[in-house]
């Protein structure tokens, strides 16, 4: 099966792109936001079909701080715009997966500039890593 991660930000979508046998996860640039779910949606369909993606796993926080809570309300509405458009999507629980990107990220030796632009697809690929280890909600 081959999966899109996304980690979605109002700033970057991160992007990752899997194979879930044998588990190889691929980095892909961070898009940048329209500002309307429903053109990230069109968006994120689109490059979905273009990699040839079975299903979309999308990070959705879910530690309900009130930035969290938030964001959750508007991963949830994301997803429903790609259901709607005919998506497979899986939800997955993201929270500290960014955090956990920049820490591998600098222990790899990357400077901050090169951690800035590798972060978000890091944190799609620890979204697809979970949702790959069972971790997929409702």
């Known amino acids: 099966m081959r999966l899109l991660g ?29 500002g309307a779910l429903k053109k990230d949606a069109v968006a994120l369909v689109a490059f979905a079909k ?8 999308l990070g959705v926080p879910e530690n309900f701080d009130g930035e969290d809570q938030r964001m959750s309300r508007v991963c949830r509405m994301l997803a429903d715009h790609m259901i709607s458009l005919g998506a497979r999507v899986e939800l997955v629980d993201e929270s500290m997966t960014s955090v956990g ?13 090169e ?24």
């Open 6 to 34: 996304v980690d979605f930000g109002s700033k970057r979508i991160g992007i990752a792109v899997a194979e879930s046998e044998p588990r190889a996860i691929s980095l892909r640039p961070a898009l940048t936001p329209a």
């Open 115 to 138: 951690r800035k632009k590798l972060r978000d697809g890091e944190a799609a690929a620890r979204i697809i890593e979970r949702y790959l280890d069972g971790g997929a909600i409702g």
């Open 101 to 113: 990107a920049e820490e591998h990220l600098r222990d790899m030796g990357f400077k901050a500039s």
């Open 50 to 57: 273009k990699e040839q993606a079975d299903t979309i796993v």
